[in-house]
């Protein structure tokens, strides 16, 4: 099994950015984590960040095309308003899994809302890393 991996603007300043809401292990640390986790489930993963949205766009065209069996997706602040990405998420005729490190119900106005929560299979956060862990889970239980 094949799963996309795809993180939004600014997690690549993990551990640097506000660690009193984000903590302070780094973007590697949750890589590190990340496939530690795929490799006990025997799942594939490929994981990518970028800060631009465009390019989180094409991540989604390269799994539909590139035939993923699935993407998991922090889009971070793109998770609040991108149009753009919820329409790549709905050429995918896979499972979409929303991860974000916090509880975005319980912090500003403007986060509570998902432009994408609708359109996922599942929705976890306010788990931190471990949310990563929750939805590979998803996936294993799929299998
Ligand atoms: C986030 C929550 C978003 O509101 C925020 O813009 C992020 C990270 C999270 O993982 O909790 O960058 O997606």
Redesign the pocket.
């Known amino acids: 099994m094949n799963i996309m991996i795809i993180n939004g603007p ?2 690549d300043m993990l551990g640097i950015r506000q660690p009193e809401i984000y903590g302070h292990e780094d973007y590697d640390d949750l890589c590190f984590q990340i496939d530690k986790w795929a490799e006990e489930l025997e799942i594939t993963v490929d994981v990518r960040q970028s800060n631009h949205e465009g390019d989180i766009v094409e991540f989604i065209h390269e799994a539909y095309e590139d035939d993923f069996d699935g993407v998991i997706i ?1 889009p ?2 793109y ?2 308003y991108s149009y753009a990405i919820r329409d790549a998420l709905l050429i995918l005729n896979v499972p979409v899994v929303e991860v ?3 509880d ?1 119900s319980q912090r500003d106005e403007f ?1 509570r809302h998902s432009v994408i929560s609708d359109i996922c299979a599942k929705t976890v956060m306010g788990k931190g890393f471990a949310g990563y862990k929750e939805a590979l889970d998803f996936f294993f239980d799929l299998l």
Do not use: D, G, P, V
Request: without cysteine; charged residues 10%; aromatic residues 0%.
């Open positions: 600014n997690l922090n971070a602040a998770t609040h974000h490190l916090t975005i986060r």
